[in-house]
């Protein structure tokens, strides 16, 4: 069989697509952080979990979920990294589920990258006056006048700074957006929250259609404490107590149905570049801010190498396989001579 060479190209590209390699991503590598990561059965053969913490009234089903609330009113439940999270540079995906029955909900859950840790408070079931990164998955509009409710948001903690629950955090937002159709979406709903030391903070999400991205917002020159904990919160909030003069108890409580506020699975990963010999466990992403003030950004859907790392990456990936292919001639043309020989001495 004769083989042309746009047909070997083709093969060998088809390899290098199923080896994992592209060349827009030969800059960013990744390493998964299987201390930051969180997969079904979630425990071990004690019940407990090696790298998370967990409290409040958070419920762990070993096959489905990690509950950080049930549907009930006045829940708040937590769960927390036990080791810190030291990478540079970071991508944290996670797979949650919020969803409940009532025409009433609230008030929503967080996921944390901050100093502090396993400290249970009033914003989203963890403490005020953080120091570092809180992203509020808020499904309850107390006073925001023209945004559209779930709202997804970001705020840098000080260690001083209040959350204001009164504007739904407005004050000190960071980034955000509307988010409406998260809370009980028909698919998997996921967050992925990716960091690049004093370049990017970005945070895309999965809730309109399976493997597909939208992304939530990504702001320039954000850098976060060098030593972090990765956690999870979720409240129910008191609804309960606001009953309106003009409805019956029995009516109100029938509509007042809290969300169930579900961790399927948490994927953690230290990005690093190759080209710079940057990593997340000791420098720094080497792109920054131009001229303008803006910083020059590295997106994972994006894939934006250049045409010198492209031919590098190409390059490499053909010695290997050259390489290869003539171990397989080698091995193949000393298997025939050893048959030959055996064959010969037998007469």
Not at 13 to 37: C, F, M, Q, W, Y
Not at 137 to 156: C, S
Not at 200 to 216: A, F, R, T
Not at 223 to 246: D, K
């Amino acid at each position: 069989m004769k083989w042309s060479f746009c047909s070997i190209f083709t093969t060998l590209a088809l390899v290098r697509e199923g080896l994992g390699e592209s060349p827009a991503d030969n800059d960013v590598k990744t390493v998964p952080l299987r201390t930051h990561s969180l997969f079904q059965p979630y425990l071990d053969t004690e019940l407990q979990s090696r790298w998370f913490d967990w409290g409040g009234d958070t419920i762990i089903r070993a096959d489905q979920y990690i509950r950080l609330t049930s549907d009930r009113q006045q829940q708040a439940g937590w769960l927390w990294s036990r080791l810190p999270l030291t990478a540079t540079n970071w991508e944290i995906e996670v797979e949650f589920k919020i969803h409940g029955q009532g025409n009433l909900y609230g008030d929503g859950m967080a996921m944390w990258v901050t100093k502090q840790r396993a400290v249970q408070g009033p914003v989203f079931g963890a403490a005020d006056k953080f120091e570092g990164l809180g992203v509020f998955f808020d499904t309850y509009k107390n006073n925001r006048p023209g945004v559209i409710f779930p709202y997804v948001m970001a705020m840098l903690g000080d260690g001083q700074t209040v959350y204001q629950h009164g504007n739904d955090g407005k004050e000190n937002e960071l980034a955000g957006c509307s988010a409406r159709g998260i809370r009980g979406a028909p698919i998997t709903t996921k967050a992925r929250l990716t960091y690049f030391q004093e370049n990017y903070l970005q945070l895309d999400l999965q809730y309109k259609n399976e493997d597909k991205w939208i992304l939530c917002f990504n702001v320039p020159n954000v850098t976060l404490p060098q030593i972090t904990y990765l956690g999870f919160t979720a409240e129910t909030g008191e609804l309960s107590g606001n009953v309106p003069s003009f409805l019956p108890s029995a009516i109100w409580s029938a509509n007042v149905h809290p969300d169930n506020h579900d961790i399927i699975t948490v994927s953690s990963k230290n990005l690093y570049q190759v080209n710079t010999g940057s990593s997340g466990s000791s420098g720094s992403s080497s792109k920054r801010p131009d001229k303008a003030g803006k910083a020059a950004t590295w997106k994972p859907s994006d894939g934006g190498g250049s045409e010198i790392e492209s031919s590098a990456g190409w390059g490499w990936f053909f010695l290997k396989m050259i390489i290869f292919i003539v171990v397989i001639i080698g091995g193949y043309v000393g298997y025939t001579a050893y048959r030959a020989q055996t064959r010969g001495s037998r007469f």
